[in-house]
């Protein structure tokens, strides 16, 4: 959830701000930079010298306020997003595409991305990260110097932390690239402080009193409002200024116990229950201190200046300065220590009821209520969509003993590790939980520990495990586990297809086939709907439509797969394929445009750019090149993008697109950038269908030779799995080339050449020649004179008669029977006879 407030650029009140000529200079500077830094203790007036700079120069801006809570990628990033989004619209629709990307970690993809999407966008922006200090987490701090090296010349970083950067800036530096604001550059000088006690706060202070309280502070700002706040309450100013003394830290204490003792029992009560939060309204307040007058209180502090900052224009939300909360903080936990777990206690209660899940957990987690963060984990198991990345870090911050509290914690943290690439601790944690099996606490859950015993033998692709261990579950737990569909609307970094894990497809055939009848008729069991999805596939590859509409039709009608775009959604694009297989094209889009309305996910965004990449794969296939062309120039992907593997199928897409609009060399590049991928990953349907297009661009370049050797190659990777439609898919630019390869291996013209049979070449082919539109024939497999040779055999012509008719010898004859012989792959006339019939040559 992004809270808006946090976007906001700070409200200040121009009563007491002081025109600061030399801070303007220096962030002026920052203008032709990529890195502004304003590092300093809290209190130096960073937030109101950025805030107060851009009101006067109304630069296009934009603002995010960070704390502790946002030390995760995707909620640090998320806020960005919606930052710059405010400004750039489409931003965030282009982004959140790649937030997926950083669950495990990694942050290539992501910043990449963002970079070309600044590097859309020709107009000036100041990007502004105040108290960046909240951040501590290295992968964070990893993908700002990776934004930082590559970010375009028009975006400008601005950063307000209270220590310095924990982010190399050396060699941006030596670029010229950073310009540094300092303690030394915003600590108020004796001209500064005097105009502050005079113009801001109504004090006739001779300049040697406020030599002394600027000398004594440092020019602390905030030390200076402490001292301007406390002069207010003193009768004798020469004394209070004449005591002020001591070193930073006990001068920040003095002043606070001033401020704080000058205030009412009933507002000091408030400010010390409170300051457990980190924002806090009327209600959330009440409901803490149980007192009835809160919105009055706020306001009150809000007019009087003391340390709260409004957090929207309406004034409804507000925060307490950094400093002052810490300070209060300290003071409760010192007198009332466990009264303040109490209220974090209230304060979690409030903010869940309300629908602030996220914040009530950092609550219980703040004030140790380790049982409680368990038990409201608990309780919102099936509200955890959204919350892989948050998950993993509120589990890291749980103690062992938390971890092992309950077997479903134990088990969900499992799931998640699975699922975010951490496979090998996943196991080891299940290895630990084997001896816990016997205790009847885990008799319930006996079940689902099996389930991701499975799960995990099934993505280390270790599938006869994986059957074993399904079959423990299916006898401990016949109805299914809620752990299942955990998370299961979202898309993973590595899937979004089971059958991408299997190598042989005739394995992968057995293996969902077996689980499909074992589930297909228990009722409300979604999960099945995965394996309906990944059998579809395989189906329509072998070319089974019929068999594949079957299982697509399931996922589609059954109302418990609905809320899962990862079933019904991919069913749907299946679906349509076979509905263009069949000739019915009207009814392939009709299929896609009807689900939109029905996309329930977090990850909306990523599904409807699935959809219209899908849709302009149908435009391709149909000869629709405009609504290509159309496609292409919206769809936000680039040839150069890092690429995440749960977006393969899109930019597949988009070579096929690149190609079709002529830019060849570009579809090369990024089909060597999959091929690596896929390679990796160790993937070998996506590598098959790299590989294919790769030939085909290799052919439309003119490079023959290397077309026929990839297209080679691929064929002797597909063929003993049986692909078919990752071929007759592409259409008849691939059947012209398999024409091509047929020709040149019948005649031994290929170097090299790898054991793929030519039968099956001969039978994709005669597929393609069946299903292409258009005056594609079947590529001559004969000669004109085989031909005549043939029909002659099929009549029942002896050699001589032949050689008689033809005007030939009878060794001429027999030399081209020989010929026959061999490119029809048989070994006698009957065969022959067999064989052209099959391939409806005669």
Not at 13 to 32: C, H, S, W
Not at 142 to 161: G, T
Not at 456 to 482: C, D, N
Not at 825 to 834: D, G, H, T
Request: hydrophobic letters at 40%.
């Amino acid at each position: 959830m992004i809270l808006s407030t946090k976007l906001h650029i700070p409200q200040l009140r121009g009563d007491i701000l002081v025109e600061r000529p030399t801070i303007t200079e220096l962030l002026n500077k920052g203008l032709k930079t990529k890195l502004t830094s304003v590092t300093a203790p809290g209190g130096y007036g960073k937030t109101t010298a950025l805030s107060h700079w851009l009101k006067q120069s109304g630069i296009p801006s934009v603002w995010v306020s960070f704390d502790p809570q946002d030390n995760d990628l995707i909620q640090f990033w998320s806020y960005v997003i919606a930052a710059v989004d405010s400004k750039n619209s489409g931003f965030a629709e282009a982004m959140n595409t790649y937030l997926p990307t950083l669950k495990s970690g990694a942050f290539a993809t992501f910043i990449t991305a963002m970079i070309d999407e600044f590097s859309s966008h020709s107009d000036e922006l100041v990007l502004i990260f105040d108290d960046y200090h909240s951040i501590h987490l290295s992968s964070i701090h990893a993908s700002v110097v990776f934004l930082l090296e590559h970010l375009p010349a028009h975006i400008h970083l601005y950063i307000a932390s209270r220590f310095e950067l924990p982010i190399p800036t050396a060699r941006l530096q030596t670029m010229g690239q950073v310009v540094k604001i300092t303690i030394r550059d915003l600590r108020f000088q004796l001209d500064e402080g005097i105009r502050y006690f005079r113009d801001c706060m109504g004090f006739s202070l001779s300049k040697d009193d406020v030599s002394i309280l600027v000398s004594r502070t440092e020019g602390w700002i905030s030390g200076l409002h402490l001292a301007a706040i406390s002069l207010k309450k003193s009768d004798h100013s020469s004394n209070f200024i004449n005591a002020f003394s001591g070193v930073h830290r006990s001068v920040a204490d003095y002043l606070f116990q001033e401020v704080f003792s000058h205030q009412s029992d009933e507002m000091r009560s408030f400010l010390l229950e409170t300051s457990i939060l980190n924002r806090m309204n009327d209600a959330l307040c009440e409901a803490v201190t149980g007192q009835t007058n809160c919105q009055e209180r706020l306001e009150l502090l809000d007019q009087q200046n003391l340390f709260i900052i409004p957090l929207d224009d309406e004034r409804q939300w507000y925060r307490y300065h950094h400093l002052f909360s810490e300070f209060l903080q300290r003071q409760y936990q010192q007198k009332h220590p466990e009264q303040a777990k109490q209220l974090y206690v209230r304060a979690a209660n409030w903010l869940e009821e309300h629908g602030f899940f996220e914040e009530a957990v950092e609550h219980f987690l703040m004030g140790g209520h380790y049982p409680e963060v368990v038990s409201l984990i608990g309780k919102h198991l099936h509200g955890l969509q959204l919350k892989r990345g948050v998950l993993y870090r509120w589990f890291s911050a749980l103690p062992e003993s938390s971890l092992l509290a309950t077997p479903e914690v134990q088990l969900l943290y499992v799931k998640i590790l699975a699922e975010s690439e951490g496979l090998e601790l996943a196991g080891s944690r299940l290895r630990l939980m084997e001896d816990n099996l016997s205790d009847p606490e885990w008799k319930p859950f006996v079940g689902t520990f099996f389930y991701l015993y499975a799960a995990v033998s099934f993505y280390r692709k270790e599938f006869q495990r994986a059957t074993e261990y399904l079959e423990l579950f299916e006898q401990h737990m016949p109805e299914g586990s809620y752990i299942q569909m955990i998370e299961a609307n979202t898309f993973t970094v590595n899937f979004d297809s089971l059958l991408v894990f299997f190598d042989d497809l005739h394995e992968a055939e057995k293996f969902f086939y077996k689980w499909i009848k074992v589930w297909e008729n228990k009722k409300n069991y979604p999960y099945v709907g995965f394996f309906y999805v990944a059998y579809s596939e395989l189906l329509y590859e072998w070319n089974r439509l019929e068999e594949a509409e079957v299982y697509l039709e399931r996922a589609l009608r059954e109302k418990c797969m609905q809320p899962y775009f990862l079933i019904f959604g991919r069913a749907a694009i299946y679906a349509a394929r076979v509905s263009l297989a069949k000739g019915n094209s009207a009814k392939a889009f009709d299929l896609l445009e009807q689900i939109k309305p029905n996309i329930d996910s977090p990850d909306r965004a990523i599904a409807l750019k699935k959809l219209d990449a899908e849709k302009a794969y149908l435009s391709l296939a149909n000869g629709s090149f405009k609504d290509v062309t159309a496609w292409l120039g919206i769809c936000g992907l680039k040839h150069s993008d890092t690429v995440p593997l749960y977006l393969f199928s899109e930019y597949l897409q988009l070579a096929r697109a690149l190609m079709q609009c002529g830019s060849v060399n570009e579809a090369l590049q990024l089909l060597e950038h999959l091929h690596r991928l896929v390679d990796n990953e160790d993937r070998l349907r996506y590598k098959i269908k790299v590989c294919i297009l790769q030939s085909i661009a290799l052919h439309r370049k003119g490079d023959t030779t290397d077309a026929l050797m990839k297209l080679e190659s691929v064929l002797h990777l597909a063929q003993p799995q049986g692909y078919i439609r990752s071929f007759v898919d592409e259409g008849v630019e691939l059947a012209n080339l398999l024409a091509q390869y047929l020709d040149h291996r019948q005649h031994s013209s290929l170097r090299n050449s790898l054991p793929v049979p030519l039968r099956y070449v001969k039978k994709l082919l005669q597929l393609m020649n069946g299903q292409t539109e258009g005056s594609l024939p079947l590529p001559s497999l004969l000669t004109q004179q085989e031909m005549k040779i043939l029909r002659m055999i099929e009549q029942g012509f002896k050699n001589q008669q032949i050689a008689d008719n033809i005007y030939v010898t009878v060794g001429t004859v027999k030399t081209h029977l020989k010929n026959i012989y061999r490119k029809l792959e048989v070994n006698s006339r009957l065969q022959a006879l067999q064989r052209a019939k099959e391939l409806n040559l005669l």
